[in-house]
Each structure stands twice: as C-alpha cells, then as structure tokens.
C-alpha cells in the first residue's frame, strides 16, 4: 500500500519558499545562483512520499525563484521525481538527495526504513505496583525485549515496551480494553518512546468515573506491523468546532486525505484514505478515548467511504463530551500468524449466529461464531485458531455505536479440537450486565 507523507514549510518562509522543486520568491532573475540548500526528512518508510524542498540564494542572501533538476544517489532505495516527490522504494541509506540549478547543487540524506514493531500484553495484577512482568501466555513483544507493567496510583499504570520506541520516520499506534467481568474500562493516557522503549501510559476508571485497579489488555503496532488496508490515527486536542488535524507522526495510510471532522460534541469522523473497494475484502475498526479523565469512545465504520466514527462520552453516563482519540483499521492480521475479528451485531440474539461475513476475519479460513450464554455474556468462537505450542495473542473489545454499556474480554482459550473461544462481557454503568453490539479484534 503507499503512503504519502505531507511536508510542512516553516512558518514564515512559506511565503518565500515553495515546497516543491521551485523557490517562488525573491531577488531578481539577473542574480546568479550562489548556493542550495535542500531540506528533507531524516528518515521515510518505505512505500512513504514525501514533497522535498529546494531553496536557491544569490551571494547576498537573497532569495531566487529557481526550477530544479532532481536526483538520487540510489534510486532502487529512495526515488525522486523531477517535481521532487520523494518516494521510499526500499529499506536502506542513507542516500544522497541532490537538486541542482545553474551549476549549482544542495544536498540532504535520507534513509528509508520499515516498521514492523508490534507488542502487546494482557496486564494481569491489577493491584500490584510493580514493575511486573505480564504473563508470558499473553505477551508479545517484535524485538524480543521484555514488558514490565507498573502501577503508580489507583488506576495509574505505565507498560514499557523493551526496543520498540520510535525511529525516525517510524509511527505507531495504541489500543486499550479493560479485562474481566468486573464493573470498569480502561483507556491509554498516551505514549511515547523512552530511550529504546516504548512507555504506554494507562488510566482505568469505575462507574461514576473514579479512579479503580483494573486489568487491561494493550496492543502497539507500527506502521507497516499488519498487512493490507491498514490505518490509524491519533487525534489532537480535541476541537470546540470544525475539523481537527491528526497527529501526522502517528498515523499511516494516505495522509493526504487523513483528517477528522467534529459532527458534534464527543462525535467525530475520522478520514483515514483507505475506503473499501471492489475485491478488497473487509475490515474491522477499533477505537480508545485518549487521556487521563474518564472519557470513553465507541466506533463504528463506513468502509465505502473509508471513514471511522469516534463516539466518546464521560464513561458513567451518556453525555457526549469532547476527547482525543486513537483510531486504528485493519483488514488482516501478519503474515504466518493468527488473526480474527467481527462486528458481533446481534447483542440479544439468544442463539448461535455467525457474524455479517463483510464484517469478519478469520486467519485460518474458519467461521466465526457468536453465542450468547446470558444476558451481558457473550462467547466468540474462532474455528480453527487454537494458540499451539507456545503462541500468544492478544484481544481488543469496542463497543459499537454510542458508548451506552461498555464491553471488554473477560478471557480467551483453546476449545473443542482447533477452535479459540473469547469470553465478552458488557454492563451498564451501574454494573448490570447489558446486551451490546461490539467489535472484538484478535492479533498474535
């Protein structure tokens, strides 16, 4: 899948300098060029566009709207068009970017890389401070690095993510359920890259909104970590009004046309540049409030016009509230390994049904099953994704449409001769087990 990276001018030379091949302003046409400066990012992705930018100066400074002639030093690894988009072909560099005009040339190097990192972990001792490692039947980390979960308050926790911080060029995304049957939910506060690290912040909240211990489970994933239509986004401060930005070095897909507009208060349409088309299969949308208050969001999905919806309220009541947000799409899991997911849209059918196929996913090629053993209980069957030998996994659980009653794994587990059943469990905010529609995504 390409992706195209938008890049910015700085404010104040916009006006002077194109971010293109042309420098726009400046001296008269009579001065000759006397140096070029070139301005790129350290470090793309591979299937990544960016648009470099050139700037021509005379002897005194000034400067000279000028037309460039491109090049590259290892055009099997980074390319470059004669307008200057600059494209990631494969991992490696740094390679030599050259624009040259009147005999004259500037330089930058770029290196292209990869971002296949993904780690999770079901944080399983909800009270202990720690730090703690996660049970290893339910932990994954792409570097081999270890996972220490630390409690720091009520409802308070850090997971570090040993070698998987953030590279130049690289992005990630996180998504957060709470874990059990008891009455909660659980969000990320944020992340960020430590050293070598990843730290993924936590909050976990009770009915009525307090701080409370709580289970989680956590899933990273960088930008290229699953295959296929494969987008997320995390947004910025929340808007009073309008459209709101993502937050570019989180997000990947087209990033042209990634943005989000606001419908109304805590309800929001993210854009992400990968609309279903004719043979291009399915996919499923997770979504987490972003922050340490007790906001909570829901999703759902148009996949005709690649947008996901973000429905966020306070968590203990239905008021629709504004909050960031994180937004991850995905069609498939890694290759080689299990995935499966579904829009379990029929929270209070009483028996066996499968869920819409347009909205399943099932590595193995087998069905996806949904039971209802009890109101607010629900069973997930994955035939034919038994975890064997020492594979692990993980799940995430969203509530479809307005949060109303929140939804989160209560359990997984091998069943029958090569089937994986994921126990779900939803409730009111008051604790009564309630019926709802979600999306359950599960990654090894």
Request: net charge negative; hydrophobic share 40%; charged share 15%.
């Amino acid at each position: 899948m390409k992706h195209s990276l938008r890049f910015t001018c700085i404010a104040g030379l916009a006006a002077a300098t194109g971010c293109g091949g042309v420098s726009i302003t400046g001296s008269g046409g009579g001065h000759p060029v006397a140096t070029v400066a070139v301005t790129l990012p350290a470090a793309i992705l591979v299937g990544d566009t960016v648009l470099a930018s050139a700037e021509a100066r005379d002897a005194s400074g000034g400067r000279l709207a000028k037309t460039f002639t491109w090049s590259s030093s290892n055009p099997a690894v980074a390319s470059i068009t004669p307008a200057g988009q600059l494209v990631g072909i494969a991992v490696g560099g740094p390679v030599t970017i050259t624009a040259t005009v009147e005999g004259k040339s500037g330089t930058a190097s770029v290196s292209v890389a990869d971002d296949n990192r993904i780690g999770y972990a079901l944080a399983d001792q909800a009270s202990v401070a720690g730090p703690y490692a996660p049970n290893a039947n339910y932990r994954f980390d792409s570097s081999g690095g270890a996972i220490q979960v630390t409690r720091s308050a009520t409802g308070v926790y850090s997971v570090r993510f040993a070698g998987l911080g953030r590279l130049a060029g690289e992005r990630d995304n996180v998504q957060v359920s709470s874990f059990g049957g008891d009455n909660g939910y659980c969000k990320t506060a944020g992340w960020q890259s430590a050293g070598a690290d990843m730290l993924v912040e936590v909050r976990c909240f009770a009915q009525g909104g307090p701080p409370v211990d709580h289970r989680f489970t956590v899933l990273l994933t960088g930008a290229h970590a699953l295959p296929g239509r494969f987008a997320f986004l995390l947004s910025d401060n929340p808007p009073g009004s309008g459209a709101l930005d993502p937050a570019t070095e989180s997000t990947t897909g087209v990033l042209t046309d990634v943005h989000i507009t606001r419908d109304s208060a805590g309800s929001y349409k993210a854009y992400l540049g990968v609309p279903r088309v004719a043979g291009s299969g399915h996919e499923t949308v997770v979504v987490t409030a972003v922050g340490t208050g007790p906001e909570r969001c829901a999703t759902n999905w148009d996949e005709i016009a690649g947008f996901a919806l973000a429905q966020c309220n306070m968590g203990f009541n239905n008021i629709f509230v504004d909050t960031r947000f994180s937004v991850l799409w995905v069609e498939r899991g890694r290759a080689g390994q299990r995935a499966g997911y579904a829009f379990a849209n029929e929270g209070a059918n009483v028996g066996d049904y499968t869920p819409p196929p347009d909205f399943a996913y099932n590595s193995s090629g087998g069905t996806v099953i949904q039971q209802h053993p009890a109101a607010g209980q629900f069973n997930v069957i994955f035939g034919g994704l038994a975890k064997l030998g020492a594979a692990t996994e993980t799940v995430i659980i969203t509530k479809v449409n307005n949060p109303g009653p929140r939804c989160g794994p209560s359990g997984w587990e091998n069943s029958g001769v090569n089937d994986l059943t994921v126990n779900v469990v939803c409730w009111l905010a008051n604790g009564t087990p309630a019926d709802a529609n979600f999306v359950i995504l599960l990654v090894q």
